[in-house]
């Protein structure tokens, strides 16, 4: 029946006569008037064209007989020789073009192909959508950039002074990616205290996860055009590796490696671990390093209660972690241990060597919106609508998320059971609302390789809240790289500890003791009025910390003239 159709081309569509049909204009012909009853006109035809709308006619019957459900619809766009009344088939719910030869109208795909093959239509396509021009943030392996942490402690705006050359900064860590294109320049050397060897190497698999080469990218990641800025890129890193490759880390290595750290007599040390259990020959180890004028930083831990060792300690500066608002972080452990707090929520940083997945969601003003993507899910860059599809078992995905970008929340079933059911429902993307923390993204996996895996990010129920009141076209964009985002208080730590190597270069005269005196009495107070068991003295300030330290550098500040006067 089809074979005087041409269908071209076949994955768009799109249906065209056969050029061999006779085409005459139908608003030649006169209709006369309809019988009682009867929904289709009477034409004065010709034996070819009573054919050709007996064909049409019968085909129409057959589909409408053979199809006991009623068929799929979709909108169509109908090319015709000239303006077509289109109720002359009897359709009469249809969109008329003012300056176009055409119409757009809802039709089965048989019903398209019925129209394509009749007198005075060119052609019928889809009525396919279109969506926004946005453009999602250059990838960072071909464009460098700021993390908002590191804008955050408003290092930059000390670089033109130092950018912390001359100092001595180590991580007490898991190792770290010795050949990451953006720590090579700054890597000066450490220890490997699990192995007992000069090469702290940060191991691929196991429980780390880059955790060290995290840390030492929030510190030191190179200024080179690409990737990412660290906090302090003209300092010299030491890495110092006490976890092995699965399991915690033994205070005898913890010891050990503060130890390495006097006697190599290194500045500041950042730590981003800790325990319940205090030790005492581990406190008086980290005392004593405070007396040798190295200045230690720690992370005050993750559970949402108390400070962990070794931010305990009266000799280590404790640093909590805080969101983009300044908001201290839901799981930040809080106590009168705290010193200051800074960014340790959906912060990005190197990662090892291709391990690493960035993501993003833009909004057609150019707004970009964090995203994490699942381990293992697709990447790429997909367009649409969001839509939402509730805890994402099967009957929760309408025939609207079809295409577009199915919103779900994160209690119901796992997330690689809503990632299946979001193919079955042929969404373009999976979106994981993170309801049981309104400041961060969801972290976590699809379980495995599937190449029929859809693009799946989580985001904080904040940044849904922005995308439900958007309520048009997104950007979702995922795509494996060197960097990656975390939470924690392990990424604040370091931020502490670049903006100490800042001051230390510029005060290379200034003890442990004056260096954090300096950095508490310039920060940016965040909670009630002086130091608090929440923020402790705030947010570290670079410039404000370094205009007190060397006020003789800093540009003068301009007169503001007085209005009116």
């Known amino acids: 029946m089809w074979a005087s159709l041409l269908v071209w081309p076949p994955s768009e569509g799109c249906f065209f006569r056969s050029e061999g049909r006779e085409r005459k204009d139908l608003d030649d012909e006169k209709v006369r008037s309809m019988s009682a009853g009867e929904g289709f006109p009477a034409f004065p035809l010709s034996n070819g064209r009573m054919k050709n709308l007996l064909v049409i006619s019968v085909a129409l019957l057959s589909i409408a007989v053979s199809v006991g459900a009623e068929p799929a619809r979709r909108k169509y766009l109908v090319a015709t020789e000239r303006p077509f009344r289109e109720e002359k088939l009897g359709k009469k719910s249809y969109v008329r073009f003012a300056g176009v030869d055409g119409y757009a109208v809802e039709l089965s795909n048989d019903e398209a192909k019925v129209l394509a093959a009749?007198?005075?239509?060119?052609?019928?396509?889809?009525?396919?959508?279109?969506?926004?021009s946005a453009m999602p943030p250059a990838h960072l392996d071909?464009?460098?950039r700021t993390p908002w942490g590191i804008t955050s402690v408003r290092a930059p705006s000390v670089w033109f002074l130092t950018r912390g050359e001359g100092v001595r900064v180590g991580i007490i860590d898991t190792g770290m990616d010795l050949g990451h294109p953006d720590l090579q320049a700054a890597y000066r050397g450490g220890y490997d205290f699990v192995h007992n060897?000069?090469?702290?190497e940060e191991e691929a698999e196991g429980d780390a996860f880059g955790h060290g080469t995290r840390m030492a990218g929030i510190i030191a990641a190179s200024d080179n055009g690409f990737g990412l800025i660290g906090a302090a890129p003209g300092v010299s890193l030491h890495v110092l590796k006490i976890f092995p490759k699965n399991g915690g880390a033994l205070t005898s290595n913890v010891i050990r490696a503060v130890e390495w750290a006097i006697a190599n007599k290194l500045d500041v040390v950042s730590c981003s671990f800790g325990g319940e259990t205090p030790s005492k020959l581990e406190e008086e180890t980290y005392a004593r390093a405070r007396r040798a004028n190295?200045?230690?930083?720690?992370?005050?831990?993750?559970h949402g209660s108390w400070v962990r060792y070794p931010a305990a300690y009266p000799s280590v500066v404790g640093v909590g972690a805080m969101d983009r608002t300044h908001r201290i972080a839901s799981f930040s452990n809080t106590g009168a241990e705290v010193d200051f707090v800074a960014p340790g929520v959906d912060v990005v940083s190197t990662i090892l060597t291709g391990r690493g997945r960035i993501g993003s969601i833009t909004l057609d003003d150019g707004t970009s919106l964090p995203a994490h993507p699942f381990a293992y899910s697709r990447s790429g860059a997909v367009t649409g609508i969001p839509v939402e599809c509730a805890r994402g078992n099967p009957a929760d995905f309408p025939p609207a998320s079809a295409q577009n970008l199915a919103l779900v929340l994160r209690t119901g079933?796992?997330?690689?059971?809503?990632?299946?059911?979001?193919?079955?429902?042929?969404?373009?993307?999976?979106?994981?609302?993170n309801s049981a923390l309104d400041d961060m993204p969801m972290r976590g996996s699809l379980g495995f390789a599937d190449p029929r895996w859809p693009v799946a990010v989580s985001v904080s129920s904040q940044t849904a809240?922005?995308?439900r009141a958007h309520g048009s076209s997104v950007l979702v964009d995922s795509y494996v790289t060197d960097y990656d985002a975390a939470d924690g208080a392990s990424m604040s730590a370091p931020h502490v500890a670049a903006i100490a190597a800042l001051l230390r270069a510029l005060r290379p005269d200034l003890s442990a003791d004056e260096v954090l005196a300096l950095l508490a009495s310039t920060a940016t107070d965040l909670g009630p009025p002086g130091r608090d068991p929440v923020y402790g003295y705030g947010l570290p300030d670079a410039y404000a910390a370094a205009a007190a330290a060397v006020p003789e550098r800093m540009p003068e500040q301009k007169r503001r003239r007085s209005v009116g006067r």
């Open 465 to 467: 809240r922005i995308l």
């Open 197 to 200: 060897d000069a090469v702290p």
């Open 142 to 144: 071909v464009r460098q």
């Open 413 to 433: 079933p796992p997330v690689p059971e809503k990632a299946t059911n979001a193919v079955a429902a042929q969404a373009a993307a999976l979106i994981v609302v």
């Open 294 to 302: 190295v200045l230690v930083i720690a992370a005050v831990g993750n």
């Open 118 to 132: 009749t007198s005075g239509v060119r052609y019928v396509e889809p009525d396919v959508e279109r969506f926004v």
